[in-house]
Every structure is written in structure tokens, then in C-alpha cells.
């Protein structure tokens, strides 16, 4: 929300400052003071990770998918599927930030990496934009397919209806129910499209690089996933502090309510992996990726301080370096691409 300035000599002091509803008591558009230091160094770190999807070369990921024996039918398919329902979910989370979360939340320093997280989320639609048309693809094929492909359409469905309630011009955070609505639609797109639903899709690609097949592809969700993992740390951390700046929202009820809903993406998740990877390929199976949507899943519950669900241990300790890499520059020895800003693989 905007408010209009006006003349004072009182100044703005840090503590006042809220995540949401300090529209009435602190001035918007004064960053500093800074009172969420996180919020800013989330920012930081975004610039500091600046990449752009032409940079990286896809010559041999066009020479090896041109090639009639370069994948199988069902490699294929999961290449497809993969980038098919990624080319749509990086613009609904995207317009999210923009129309939904901004709106919302008043706090400067937060709203500085909404701006940040805004370009992100363009570049990652560049992205896919760029590989579908490297490769050739039906782009027609790719870019209606969460709504042709019943288990896309489904997440993807799920994460809009989280939206529906802000984006109501009545909608207002003044209210219980409404700081409710609005810890929903984080949870949805930080912890549930951010944090799960992209999930199986890195592994199913990232297993194509360490083959060392689609290379250029695969160094781009690299960059993705880097980026995603920061989203999603800002998005757990700005929930955090709503509930705790509002704690009469996290009732008992509430929290349940949550956790049935981590629940239930964890099965859209699974449905979803089945339908791209129905057999054993890759060394991966629709069990194993099940497994690691449910691993992950608890690790996200945690953050949030809810119980753990499934207790299933990560099948893919390979995804976890890919994460925490601090030093290699590139998991998969591809290109590095050097950035002004410092924005090579330096996890
Ligand atoms: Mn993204
Ligand atoms: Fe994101």
C-alpha cells in the first residue's frame, strides 16, 4: 500500500518497522533505518548470483538433441515435461511477487528483494524460453502444456488458488483471517512451488548433467536452482516473522491446516514425477523421487516449526552438494561464466 508523505520532523526508527500493516505508523519508502538485516542481505546475495540464460552456450545440447540416438523416447519425454511445466510456473510465480505478495508487504528492505526476486523470476522464464527455442522445440507444445497435461495443470492449479483471495480488491491484512490468507499464499509459492513442486523436476534434469548430456540446459537449472534455494530462504524467513510479529494468526488450526496442505503437494508432486518418469531411468524411479519429495518436505516443515511428516531420508545426497556447493565452480564442469557482479556457481 502507498500513503501519502508528510511533513515531520519525527524520523523513522527501526523498531517500529513491521513486515506488514506499519502502513498507518512508519514511512514506506525509507529503506534505512534497516530492521531486517536478512531481508537485505538476501538482496545482496540475489545481485551477487546475477546470471543471464545467453550467456551459457547450448551448442551441445542442440547437437545431442538433434542426434536420433542422443535420448530414448522416454528421456525425452522427461526433458520435455520437465521444461514444459517450468516454462509457465517461473511467470505464475513472477506474477505472484508482483500482483499479490508487493501489494502486501510494506516493510522496504523486504520489498527491495521482491524487486530483486521480480527480475529473477523473468530471467528464469528467459531461460526456458531460450532453451525450448535452442533445441528447436514445439514451442506451442511446451508453452500450453500445464493446461493439456493433467498433473501439471494440477500444480499449477494449486499454487493459483492460493492467489485467488489476494487478488480480491477487498482483500486486506487488517484482519486474522486475512493475515491467514496472505501466510497461505507464501507458503504456497515460497515453500510449495519454490520448495517442492520445482524439486523433482531439478533432479529428473540435474540427472541428465551428471551424464554429462544437455550440459547447457542443465548448467542453467544449476543457476535456477541456486537462485531458488535463496527464494525460498527469504520467503521461510518472511513468513517466520509475520507469525511472529502476529502470533494470534498460528493457531493450532492453522498450523494443521498448513502441514494437510504441504500434504497434499507432496502427493500433486509425486503424481507428477510418476507421469514424467513412469519406469527406472536415469537411475531414477517414480519410489525414489517420492522419497525425496517427501524428505524434502520435512525439511520445509521444520523450517517452519511444524512436525515432520514422513521421516524418509534423501535418496539423492548428490542433490545436497549440488546445493551447498561453496567452492566448485560448476558441479558439472561446464563453462563458468564469469560475471562482473561476481555471479558464477560459487554457492
Ligand atoms: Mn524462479
Ligand atoms: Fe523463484
Known sequence: ??????????????????????????????????KYKWAWSFYLDGCNNHWMPTEVSMQRDIEQWKDPKGFTDDERHIIKRTLGFFS????????????????HVDNPEARQYLLRQAFEEAIHVHAFQYIVESLSMDET???????????????DEFTMGHTDHILDPKFTTMTQEGIQRFLENLVGLY???????FYSGFVMMLSFGRQNRIPGTCEQIQYILRDESVHMNFGIELINTIIQENPQV????????TVQRI??????????????LP????????????EYVQYIADRR?????????????????WMSEVIDLKKEKNFFETRVTEYQTGGALEW
Open 301 to 317: 516443515l521444520e523450517r517452519l516449526h511444524l512436525p515432520k511428516q514422513y521421516n524418509a531420508a534423501n535418496p539423492f545426497p
Open 191 to 197: 515453500v510449495i512451488t519454490e520448495g517442492i513442486f
Open 88 to 103: 509457465t510456473a517461473e511467470t505464475l510465480v513472477g506474477n505472484n511477487i508482483v500482483l499479490a505478495i508487493f501489494k
Open 250 to 257: 498460528w493457531t493450532p488450526e492453522f498450523q494443521e491446516l
Open 1 to 34: 500500500m502507498t500513503t501519502p508523505i508528510r511533513m515531520t520532523r519525527e524520523r523513522v526508527s527501526a523498531d517500529n518497522k513491521r513486515i506488514i500493516n506499519n502502513d498507518r505508523t512508519v514511512d514506506i519508502n525509507q529503506l534505512v533505518p534497516i
Open 141 to 155: 507444445e511446451m508453452f500450453n502444456m500445464y493446461r493439456e497435461v493433467e498433473e501439471i495443470y494440477n500444480k
Open 279 to 290: 519406469k527406472n531411468i536415469l537411475g531414477l524411479n517414480p519410489d525414489l523421487l517420492k
Open 263 to 276: 500434504k497434499h503437494a507432496v502427493e500433486l508432486e509425486y503424481l507428477y514425477a510418476k507421469e514424467c
